[in-house]
């Protein structure tokens, strides 16, 4: 089973920018792939300010398997999970 790091920043900026919001998007993610054939472990950590902040205005910041994602939202973080998970295998 594939196990993939979500790594959300929870620092003031990330979290004016939206970052909690994520978090919960990936906990609501974590709960349904985990009951799917295709499951794979998501491991989601709120950490602290990555200091990106500081010299980038592009918030929230999160990194999936180490790729770092800038104005993330639900919708790219979710996308980079499932090309890991296998959820976003092309059609033959
Ligand atoms: S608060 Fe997120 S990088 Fe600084």
């Known amino acids: 089973m594939a196990s993939i790091l979500v ?3 929870a620092g003031t900026h990330c979290v004016m920018m939206g970052s909690m919001n994520i978090i919960d998007a990936v906990h609501s993610l974590e709960e349904v792939r985990a009951q799917g054939p295709d499951a794979c472990e998501i491991q989601v950590r709120a950490i602290p300010c990555m200091g990106l902040c500081r010299e980038q205005s ?3 910041f999160v990194r999936v398997d180490g790729e770092l994602i800038g104005q993330a939202e639900s919708e790219s973080v979710m996308a980079a999970i499932m090309k890991r998970c296998g959820g976003g295998r092309e059609q033959p």
């Open 58 to 60: 592009n918030g929230p």
């Open 7 to 9: 790594e959300i920043c």
